[in-house]
Structure formats: structure tokens, C-alpha cells
């Protein structure tokens, strides 16, 4: 079946530093979904790349989808406090026994030391 | 607008007994997900409605785990009998009706099987 990993598991940094999680998928994606869980919380929504190569902006936070659809990146400038949380990728099936499917990653955990 | 709708919040049973879990979710809101969200795991897919017809049930365990959602709105996820291994936050998420549409999640029922 569809699997999606997530690289690192965890990442600690120090505030102000940049931060990037990666995310794989063993199958073609359709579109791509980005959500962020604050520690004892519910995953949030971000964002959702579909295009191939696409890349999108939200203040700090800067998404890409690969060209060939099947890997994403979530990077993070000058992180702050507020940053600390979970980092999930989700990702739609584009075929086969996949399709239409969300799948979502194991998740990055944040944690920014002051 | 009001937000996705579960409870209880906190359940705590011994193995062997039952539970249920109630969603309500965003109104107007056709699809009606439910995830399993095992400690420093990402979501995975237990079952997803379309106003009240099933989608996709494909990890959902038959053969303790239900869910209904009669009318098309509210939905209901038992297990009969718990595992210890069921012990999980269990989350309800909604959507419009498109897979591009943003998946609005609830707070999460914490279960613990003892």
C-alpha cells in the first residue's frame, strides 16, 4: 500500500534558526497536504500543494511539491517559539489501489529552544 | 463558524469492554472522516463517509471496530471489545466534498485501555 515517510523524526534547534522536514511517498500523489499539531492538540491545517514543482509561501513557512509528485518539503526561516508542534505531511494517491486515499506521514517533531 | 464536534473527550476502560465515540461535524460538511492517532504516529485512516455512505473502510478492524452515520450528519465509531493496543486518540475530521478541500479536524477522543 501507499507510504508516506517523514525525515527527521525529531529537530531541535535553537530560535532563529531555519528548519526543514522532508517528506517521501512510495507512490504518485495527487495533491498534497501540510498540517501542524501543537503539542495535545489536533492536527491544523497549512497548506496544499497540486501542482508538480509548485511552491507556495506563508510568512516563514516555505512548501514545495517535487517534480515528479512524490516528494514535498516544509521549510521553516528563523524559527520562534510559537513553531514547536508536530509537522505532518499528508498525501493523496494518484493511481492504482492508492488513489484517492490519504495517507499521512509519521511527523516531525519541533522543538525550539529560546 | 463552529468547529468539529466530539465526545467524550477522555475515555478509560479495561480490555475486553466497549465504547463508543461521537462526531458531529462542520455543518454542511459532506465527508466524514475518522482517524487513529497512536502516540508519536501520524493519523492513520480508520473509515471515510460521504453524506452517509461509506468510502473507504479498508483499515478499519471489522471485526471490533463500527461506525454509522444514519442521517448523513453525526456519526458514531465503537469498539467491542477494546484492545490494549486500541489505546489511541481517536480524531473525527470533515471536509465540504472535494479532495482538494480543506479537512477541518475535531479535538480527539483520548482513549486508554487498561
Known amino acids: 500500500g501507499q507510504q508516506v515517510m517523514q525525515i527527521p523524526q525529531y529537530q531541535h534547534v535553537q530560535e532563529g534558526e531555519d528548519f526543514t522536514t522532508y517528506c517521501n511517498s512510495s507512490?504518485?500523489?495527487?495533491?498534497i497536504q501540510w498540517y501542524k499539531q501543537r503539542p495535545g492538540g489536533h492536527p491544523v491545517f497549512l497548506i496544499q500543494?497540486?501542482?508538480?514543482?509548485e511552491v507556495k509561501k506563508q510568512k516563514r513557512l516555505t512548501f514545495q511539491f517535487g517534480e515528479a509528485k512524490k516528494n514535498s518539503s516544509l521549510h521553516i526561516t528563523a524559527t520562534q517559539t510559537t513553531d514547536v508542534g508536530t509537522y505532518f505531511c499528508?498525501?493523496?494517491?494518484?493511481?492504482?489501489?492508492?488513489?484517492?486515499?490519504?495517507?499521512f506521514g509519521q511527523g516531525t517533531i519541533l522543538t525550539v529552544h529560546p | 463558524e463552529a468547529g468539529v464536534a466530539q465526545s467524550p473527550r477522555y475515555k478509560i476502560i479495561e480490555k475486553r469492554q466497549s465504547v463508543a465515540f461521537w462526531c458531529n461535524p462542520i455543518?454542511?460538511?459532506?465527508?466524514l472522516y475518522w482517524y487513529q492517532q497512536i502516540l508519536g504516529q501520524g493519523p492513520k485512516l480508520l473509515i471515510q463517509?460521504?453524506?452517509?455512505?461509506?468510502?473507504?473502510d479498508s483499515q478499519l478492524p471489522k471485526d471490533r471496530f463500527s461506525a454509522e452515520r444514519l442521517k448523513g450528519v453525526d456519526s458514531t465509531l465503537k469498539i467491542q471489545p477494546a484492545k490494549l493496543e486500541d489505546s489511541a486518540v481517536y480524531l473525527c475530521?470533515?471536509?465540504?466534498?472535494?479532495?482538494?478541500?480543506?479537512?477541518?479536524f475535531g479535538p480527539g477522543t483520548r482513549l486508554t485501555v487498561l
Open positions: 475530521a470533515s471536509r465540504i466534498a472535494g479532495r482538494t478541500d480543506t479537512q477541518y
Open positions: 507512490t504518485t500523489l495527487s495533491n
Open positions: 500543494l497540486v501542482k508538480s514543482g
Open positions: 499528508a498525501g493523496y494517491g494518484a493511481g492504482g489501489t492508492s488513489y484517492g486515499k490519504l495517507t
Open positions: 455543518s454542511g460538511h459532506a465527508t
Open positions: 463517509f460521504q453524506n452517509n455512505g461509506v468510502v473507504d
